[in-house]
C-alpha cells in the first residue's frame, strides 16, 4: 500500500533489517511506512478496491497477466493490507520467503492439502496429531480419492517404508498434542528429499521463536496463529510459510477456496504477535518449571515435557528447540473422578479447549476432545481417564505452582 509518510524513514522497505531476535523481528519485522505517520498498522476495512478510469484498470490487468502487479488488488479475496502486514511480519519471524494467513489454523490445513494433492496421489501423516487433520485426512481427502496412511510418531523406518510412488507430502506436528513428541525434522526432510515429496510441518505448538522447520530442511510450516501467534484467546487464524513458489500457488488456491482472515482479525493479530517473545520467554520458563514441580509429587503418576530429561524425544528437543513450551501434559495417580477433582480444586486454570494464551487453560481429554469416543477406543488412541493437558498463560509462576499444590493437596484428603 501507498504511504503518505513524506519524512525521514526508518522503515525497512527495500533495505535489509540487520537484527534477528525472535522478539525484535515480533515488533519490528517488515515494518512498513503506515498512512498519517501511524505507528499501529491501520485496519483496511474494505470489500473491494477502486479504479480510476479504464487506463487505470487497463494498466493493473496488464501487470497482473504478467504478475507484475505491486501493492495492490482488485477485490478482498486476493488480498489486503491489514492481512499483508501480518504475513509479512510472520515471514521475518519465521525466516520464510512468504506467508499466507487463513481464516483459522484448520483452512491453512485443509486449503493447503487440497490444493496440493491431486486425486489418485497419496500422504503419509504421524499419529499423535492433531485430530481434525487427522480426521481431514482419513475421511475427506479419502473421499476425493487421495489415499493416507497414518504412522506412528519417531518410527523412521515406518514412515519411510510407507512412502508410495503416489505419495506426495510427508505431513507431522512438533511438538505433538498431548504428548509433546519431538520430531527429528532433519532426518523426516532427508527422507522426503529421497522420495521426492514435500514436508509440511504443524509447529503450533512450538511457535517460531521455539523451532524453525524451514531452517532445517521442511518445505511448508503451518501454525494454528489461534494459540501462541495471537496469544490473547480472543481470535482464530491459520498461517503457511515456506518458498516464494509454492506459497504463490497456495495463495492462488486461497483466492478461490476463500478461506481468508478478515481485516480486523488481521489488526488483532498483528497486535498480539508484538508481545510474542515476551510471551514465549515466560511460558517457556513456566513450563519447564511445572514441569519439573509436577514431576516430583507423589500425586502425579507421569509427566510428558520436552525439557525433562525423562521425554522420550528429550534429546532431539534439545538439539532442534530453542524452547520447549508452555504445554505440560501428565497423568494424576487416580481415576476419571480424583482427576476431575484436581482440576476443579485448580483456582487459576480455566477448564477449556486451546492452548498458548494469556490464561491458563486446563483439560482432561476423556472429559473433552475424545468424549464422544468409548473407553476401548479412547484408550486404543492412548488417552487415558487420568489424562491433564496444562496451557500455561502467563501467570507468575510462581502462582500457578502454588494453585497446583494446593489442588493435589485437596485430592490428597480422597486419594487414601
Ligand atoms: C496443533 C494444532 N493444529 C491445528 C489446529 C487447528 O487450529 P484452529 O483451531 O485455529 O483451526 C489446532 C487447534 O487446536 C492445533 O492444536
Redesign the pocket.
Known amino acids: 500500500m501507498a504511504s503518505t509518510n513524506k519524512s525521514k524513514s526508518k522503515t525497512q522497505q527495500g533495505q535489509k533489517f540487520p537484527f534477528s531476535g525472535g522478539s525484535t523481528l515480533s515488533v519490528h519485522g517488515a515494518r512498513q511506512d503506515n498512512p498519517y505517520h501511524a505507528i499501529a498498522e491501520p485496519v483496511v476495512q474494505t470489500a473491494t478496491y477502486t479504479f480510476k478510469d479504464t487506463a487505470d484498470l487497463s494498466d493493473f490487468m496488464e501487470a497482473r497477466l504478467w504478475g507484475k502487479e505491486e501493492g495492490r488488488t482488485e477485490y478482498g479475496r486476493y488480498g489486503n493490507p491489514t492481512v499483508a502486514a501480518v504475513e509479512k511480519r510472520l515471514a521475518a519471524i519465521e525466516g520464510a520467503d512468504d506467508t499466507i494467513l487463513f481464516a483459522?489454523?484448520?483452512?491453512?490445513?485443509t486449503t493447503t492439502l487440497l490444493a496440493m494433492l491431486p486425486t489418485n496421489t497419496h500422504i503419509v501423516i504421524t499419529d499423535d496429531?492433531?485430530r481434525?487433520?487427522r480426521e481431514f485426512c482419513n475421511i475427506f481427502l479419502k473421499r476425493l480419492g487421495i489415499g493416507c496412511t497414518v504412522v506412528p510418531m519417531g518410527d523412521y523406518a515406518v514412515l519411510e517404508s510407507a512412502i508410495l510412488p503416489s505419495t506426495r507430502i510427508l505431513l507431522s506436528?512438533s511438538p505433538?498434542?498431548p504428548y509433546l513428541r519431538i520430531l527429528d525434522m532433519q532426518r523426516f526432510a532427508e527422507i522426503a528429499r529421497k522420495h521426492s515429496v514435500k514436508t509440511i510441518i504443524?509447529a503450533?505448538?512450538a511457535t517460531p521463536l521455539n523451532i524453525q522447520p524451514l531452517s532445517m530442511g521442511i518445505d511448508l510450516v503451518?501454525?494454528?496463529?489461534?494459540?501462541y501467534l495471537a496469544g490473547h484467546n480472543d481470535l482464530?487464524?491459520?498461517v503457511v510459510s515456506g518458498g516464494a513458489g509454492l506459497i504463490a500457488s497456495l495463495r492462488n488456491a486461497l483466492g478461490v477456496f476463500g478461506a481468508i482472515s478478515d481485516p480486523h482479525n488481521a489488526a488483532m493479530l498483528l497486535r498480539g504477535i508484538k508481545t510474542l517473545g515476551l510471551r514465549v520467554a515466560h511460558q517457556n520458563q513456566s513450563g519447564q518449571e511445572v514441569a519439573e514441580y509436577l514431576e516430583k509429587h507423589p500425586l502425579i503418576e507421569r509427566v510428558w515435557y520436552p525439557g525433562l530429561s525423562s521425554h522420550p524425544d528429550h534429546s532431539i528437543a534439545v538439539e532442534q528447540m530453542k524452547g520447549f513450551g508452555g504445554v505440560v501434559s501428565f497423568t494424576v495417580k487416580g481415576d476419571l473422578k480424583l482427576t476431575s477433582q484436581f482440576i476443579d480444586a485448580l483456582q487459576i486454570p480455566i477448564i477449556a479447549?486451546?492452548?498458548g494464551g494469556t490464561e491458563s487453560l486446563i483439560e482432561q481429554p476423556a472429559l473433552m476432545s475424545f468424549y464422544d469416543l468409548s473407553t476401548k477406543e479412547r484408550l486404543e488412541v492412548g488417552i487415558p481417564e487420568n489424562l491433564v493437558r496444562l496451557s500455561l498463560g502467563i501467570e507468575d509462576t510462581v502462582d500457578l505452582i502454588k494453585d497446583l499444590k494446593q489442588a493435589l493437596e485437596h485430592i490428597s484428603h480422597h486419594s487414601d
Not at 104 to 109: N, Q, R
Open positions: 483459522s489454523g484448520m483452512a491453512a490445513i496429531c492433531y481434525q487433520t506436528e505433538t498434542n504443524d503450533t505448538f503451518i501454525h494454528s496463529a489461534t494459540k482464530l487464524a491459520g479447549a486451546s492452548l
